[in-house]
């Protein structure tokens, strides 16, 4: 079998396959976020010891030989770590807002545009650069006792097998020249973080890969099973959900609402936002628009008006498109938003509500503004050919029609564990094993929209951008 391991933000989960790409089994354990005053951390030994956990599981629950291990997970964040890959303190989530106001200053200083017009990455105050500068100015010793600044996925491997290295697509953001696939030492001034050079993994490229360790705790895969550090978890599911080709697209409807479209056309000009995510194939990029917030979004809505998720879909059925002039800009993260623009102090809106309005229209308002904020993100990205959709979103059927009608083309739906997927494709390419790529990414339906609702979504699409341009105003002053 092969093991595709996801290290979520929320969720760890490890799935196995065969090698037709049927899905055999998952596991999966709930990991803690410790959220106070826009600070978001998590508990490193919690994650690695919920990856065992996983792992122990799965290969308990399909016996047999693991032909290899593809691991993935979560981006951005800071997760610093000993020699030996342990802790040094809590990680830093990629959900975390401290660092706004030094984005603020590089924002207005002209560091946040160079930095994109060098490496193709927008930068926002949960990504590493903006992190590792606020350490530096407010727990130094942190950064001094640690050996590494790793990714999430990063601290997993070494983990597992003793290796500390970080692929290209994790790197992408935001040190990474896409052109050279090595470190802009530059950016890495610009940040004043050149004495702090050495904290940043190796980049092996254009593999990451490794044996689990025969000694230790058992890490829940056989010893010297092969291992595949990445790509992270936006690359691995466009990867599992079969986005190869420039021009096609992928939304991932999670907790944090990603777009991505593949090119081979790298273009530093233009607004700054977003991030082209580079991948195993030199040439050839992911440019990605990650909104900060997709189901949490929704979650937050569904927890304080006491709607159930079971309870979604029958809400969204009953409840007419404009949800009766209910409007909601979704931008609900306490670290604003940094797809496709980069507005740290944005935060949500909701807008006429009254006396009449109903759950069902609270609802449909978030489900429509999610929308409207994803194909603002695939617009920008570049999207000209198919589109596919995964997440946990994709289990509302009547979520993934409202979807379709938004954003006015038809969906490639892939379900299933589509990181963990993605995951061993690309362990397998490193590792010179030859699976049927389009067997493993079939969709699962396609959903066409409805011609009269894709009309209306059109007109209120230009509606939100207007409502959405003056949200940005005022959180300006």
């Known amino acids: 079998m092969y093991v595709g391991i996801d290290v979520g933000t929320s969720v760890v989960k490890a799935a196995a396959f ?28 919690e994650v690695y010891a919920a990856v065992v956990a996983v792992l122990s599981a799965l290969t308990a629950a399909v016996p047999g030989p693991v032909e290899l291990a593809g691991l993935t997970g979560q981006g951005d964040g800071v997760w610093l770590v000993d020699a030996a890959g342990r802790p040094v303190r809590s990680a830093v989530s990629w959900m975390d807002g401290r660092a706004h106001e030094l984005l603020d200053q590089w924002l207005a200083d002209g560091t946040f545009e160079t930095v994109f017009r060098r490496t193709g990455n927008a930068m926002f105050p949960g990504c590493p650069g ?28 070494q983990r ?50 490794g044996q689990t360790l025969g000694e230790g705790p058992p890490p829940g895969l056989p010893a010297g099973t092969p291992v595949s550090n990445g790509p992270y978890d936006l690359p691995a599911c466009a990867l599992g959900a079969g986005l190869t080709e420039p021009g096609d697209g992928l939304l991932i ?21 977003g991030l082209y995510i580079s991948t195993d194939r030199v040439g050839y990029w992911l440019r990605a628009m990650p909104a900060m917030v997709g189901t949490a979004a929704l979650d937050w809505v569904l927890s304080t008006t006491g709607v159930q998720h079971d309870e979604v879909d029958a809400l969204l059925e009953a409840t007419p498109p404009g949800a009766h002039g209910v409007r909601v800009l979704p931008y609900f993260a306490p670290s604003g938003e940094r797809a496709p623009f980069v507005e740290p102090r944005l935060r949500a809106e909701l807008t006429g509500v009254c006396l009449e309005s109903t759950r069902g229209d609270l609802i449909r308002a978030t489900c429509e503004g999610i929308g409207y904020a994803a194909r603002h993100c695939l617009e920008a990205a570049g999207l000209t050919g198919t589109l596919a959709v995964c997440g946990g979103g994709t289990r509302s059927t009547a979520w993934m029609q409202l979807l379709s009608d938004v954003l006015g083309r038809p969906l490639r739906v892939v379900e299933g564990e589509v990181g963990a997927r993605g995951a061993v494709l690309a ?26 609702r894709a009309a209306y979504y059109a007109k209120a699409y230009e509606d939100h951008l207007s409502r959405l341009a003056e949200a940005r105003t005022r959180a300006r002053h």
């Open 18 to 45: 065969d090698d037709a790409g049927r899905q055999l089994a998952v596991e999966a354990r709930p990991v803690g976020l410790t959220i106070r005053d826009g600070f978001v951390e998590q508990d490193m030994e």
């Open 130 to 157: 903006p992190l590792l500068a606020w350490l530096e100015q407010h727990d130094p010793a942190s950064l001094d006792a640690a050996t590494t600044a790793l990714y999430c996925k990063d601290m997993v491997f």
């Open 160 to 209: 597992l097998t003793g290796v500390r290295a970080t692929d290209v697509s994790d790197a992408s953001m935001p040190f990474l020249d896409p052109r050279t696939r090595a470190y802009d030492n530059r950016v890495v001034e610009l940040l004043g973080l050149t004495h702090r050079r050495g904290l940043l993994a190796p980049v092996s490229d254009p593999v990451a890969t």
């Open 253 to 273: 409807v999670g907790t944090c609402l990603a777009s991505l479209v593949g090119t081979t056309d790298l273009d530093l000009t233009g607004e700054p936002a």
């Open 427 to 452: 362990a397998a390419a490193r590792l010179g094993v030859t699976l049927d790529t389009a067997a493993w990414t079939e969709p699962t339906v396609v959903i066409p929209p409805d011609p009269a």
